[in-house]
């Protein structure tokens, strides 16, 4: 634990730039929405029809579902990171950008509490995992900058922490955050 907490501290100020990043994605896709409406409801319903086939899976099917879809997306945030970190921003910034259009589109057709309702129960532990491998892609992007720029730093050292950190706390957390958004999520907005 005490490895951990050494290595959360010495990504503390990528962890800030990734966390302004998701607000920033927020704040522009309820913006996005509010001015554009039709464009944004084109861009969730084609996220919907992508989803589709998960909607019709029993309970146990999406929970496996969605711990391999974010998985994937946590590990290719983490790999990917290394063309100087451009995929960890662009995911951030996107995720953050389709919660905004979520919130716009929520706010107007139910309340603020629904929402808030079916975000934040799996949210709380989801958006922070995100956030953190966000965080840890871009200290791997700008390790391959110093590397290849300033023949300095260790890339093979950077994935290396950023792996074992995937494996032993982001990993875990997401499927926490899946069983709460699927066995008490669905239950709580009655679907």
């Known amino acids: 634990m005490e490895k951990f907490k050494a290595y959360l501290y010495s990504i503390r100020y990528f962890v800030l730039f990734a966390f302004l990043v998701f607000i920033f994605g927020i704040f522009y896709g309820y913006l996005a929405a509010q001015t554009s409406p039709d464009e944004a409801k084109m861009i969730l319903e084609r996220i919907k029809e992508t989803l589709e086939p998960i909607y019709a899976m029993g309970p146990f099917g999406q929970f496996l579902f969605i711990i391999l879809n974010n998985g994937l997306t946590l590990f290719f945030i983490l790999l990917l990171a290394v063309i100087f970190g451009i995929f960890?921003?662009?995911?951030?910034?996107?995720?953050?950008?389709?919660?905004?259009?979520?919130?716009?589109?929520?706010q107007q057709q139910f309340s603020w509490s629904v929402f808030f309702l079916g975000t934040l129960p799996h949210g709380l532990i989801e958006i922070p995992v995100f956030i953190l491998a966000g965080a840890i892609g871009l200290k791997i992007g700008k390790s391959v900058f110093q590397r290849v720029f300033k023949k300095e730093g260790?890339?093979?050292?950077?994935?290396?922490?950023?792996?074992?950190?995937?494996?032993?706390?982001?990993?875990?957390?997401?499927?926490?955050a899946a069983a709460i958004e699927i066995f008490i999520t669905t239950k709580l907005l009655g679907i």
């Open 88 to 106: 960890p921003f662009l995911v951030l910034l996107s995720n953050g950008t389709i919660l905004g259009m979520v919130a716009f589109f929520s």
């Open 154 to 176: 260790s890339i093979k050292k950077e994935l290396s922490e950023a792996l074992e950190c995937f494996l032993k706390i982001l990993l875990p957390l997401l499927a926490i």
